[in-house]
């Protein structure tokens, strides 16, 4: 027992970690976070306005959504803030295997005081999705289910999130 201890408490977190607050991402995540990205892209190519990534200036600290959406713009080569203060319409965490379901949740009151109209949580292990409309109301979303966002007209299939 002691040993597993001191090999917990000497595990150092990576730069990544560190700047983004969240774990490091797995072939999983990534996959997921890509397939997510391309339905949406694909289905709505001139409405939204998606990225991954992204520093957003929540309160307190920031925080880097996997995916967001704002309304669709050309891309602003000459201005490109590393901290954007503007909220986007829709972000979107994927919940990895060592964040607890408090730990997505603690995320939706600052997101949404921030100005984002909708959130998602991607939930893998049960092959989900649950969308929020403010911190405390949701619909969730599995199996052969059509993921349907009501605030922003979104819909897309649960299958093909993690096909």
Same mark, same amino acid.
């Given at each position: 027992?002691?040993? =597993? =201890? ?6 150092? =977190?990576?730069?990544?970690? &560190?700047?983004? *607050? ?6 999983? %995540? #990534? ?10 892209? &694909? ?8 990225? +991954? ?8 600290? #920031? ?15 000459? *201005?490109?803030? /590393? ?12 919940? +990895? ?23 998602? &949580?991607?939930?893998?292990? =049960? ?6 409309? +403010?911190?405390? %109301?949701?619909?969730?979303? %599995? ?6 966002? +009501? ?5 897309? /299939? ?6």
């Amino acid at each position: 027992m002691e040993l =597993l =201890l001191e090999t917990v408490v000497e595990r150092e =977190l990576s730069a990544y970690e &560190i700047e983004r *607050n969240k774990p490091m991402p797995t072939l999983l %995540h #990534g996959a997921i976070q890509l397939n997510i990205g391309s339905e949406l892209k &694909i289905k709505y190519p001139k409405q939204f306005r998606l990225a +991954s990534e992204v520093l957003l200036d929540t309160q307190p600290n #920031g925080s880097t959504p996997d995916i967001i959406a704002y309304p669709y713009s050309e891309l602003d080569f000459q *201005n490109d803030p /590393s901290r954007r203060t503007d909220a986007p319409l829709l972000c979107i965490e994927i919940q +990895s295997g060592s964040q607890s379901t408090k730990d997505m949740t603690s995320k939706l009151e600052p997101y949404f005081s921030f100005g984002i109209k909708s959130c998602w &949580i991607v939930v893998p292990e =049960l092959k989900a999705v649950i969308v929020y409309d +403010s911190p405390y %109301h949701y619909n969730f979303f %599995h199996e052969n289910e059509i993921v349907k966002d +009501s605030v922003l007209g979104i819909e897309i /299939s649960v299958e093909k999130i993690f096909e």
